[in-house]
């Protein structure tokens, strides 16, 4: 067995979705049974109008993640689900930090601190500041310990989104197919059939 399979990473699983109602309980069912943390969940609108898109962030073996990958497939809704590792995906997340203003104002040269950090402002009031960054984990965490000296109030990240690089796109595929064997009237989950046809990337 490669290295490849027995050594635990970060991995981005991409799932295409037509209804995101009671797929996220299972999806988590999924995970828990199998004791795997979710390190970030993130659901969005897809390029492609009614079909949901989820960003799900686990460290695991390959291994583990293709069979995590193929039975969230199983699941009636989901049309595809894609793994790839952070290199193979342009990712961000958004960070919100809250400070005291009198505080950032005397101690720090908030210009500088702004700048260092392509962090910028996004509420000042008489009580408090909130800078927002957007970056990776690593980028993100590096804030924090410069504000911890200004009494940080509140800090707060989102849940990562991710594109994959060397995709052509979810949609261009569903388009091609259409145009390959066009149905006769709408029918609901009418590609769920044609899995190994459609959507292959």
């Known amino acids: 067995m490669s290295t490849e399979n027995i050594e635990k990473q970060e991995y981005n699983i991409t799932v295409y979705t037509e209804n995101q109602i009671g797929l996220l309980t299972r999806i988590a069912i999924i995970f828990s049974r199998r004791k795997i943390n979710i390190e ?34 199983k699941q009636v809704e989901v049309l595809k689900v894609y ?10 997340e958004m ?11 005397e ?4 210009e500088r601190l702004l700048r260092e950090n392509g962090a910028r402002v996004v509420v000042i009031r008489s ?24 009494g940080l109030i509140e800090f707060v990240r989102s849940a990562r989104i991710a ?16 145009r390959r064997e066009p149905g006769h009237e709408p029918i609901e989950n009418e590609y769920l059939n044609k899995g190994a046809k459609v959507f292959t990337m």
Request: negative net charge; charged residues 30%.
């Open 40 to 73: 970030s969940l993130n659901t969005s609108p897809s390029e492609i109008e009614s079909i949901h898109r989820f960003n799900i962030v686990i460290t695991e073996t390959r291994e583990v993640v293709q069979k995590v990958c193929r039975q969230i497939e």
């Open 95 to 105: 960070a919100l930090y809250k400070v005291p203003t009198e505080e950032i104002a």
């Open 127 to 150: 009580d408090y500041t909130v800078f927002e960054t957007t970056g990776h984990r690593e980028e993100t965490d590096m804030l924090i310990t410069k504000l911890q000296p200004f």
């Open 163 to 178: 594109i994959i690089k060397d995709s052509e796109g979810f949609n261009r595929k569903l388009r091609e197919f259409e």
């Open 83 to 92: 793994f790839n590792t952070n290199e193979d995906v342009i990712w961000q």
């Open 107 to 110: 101690k720090a040269l908030v």
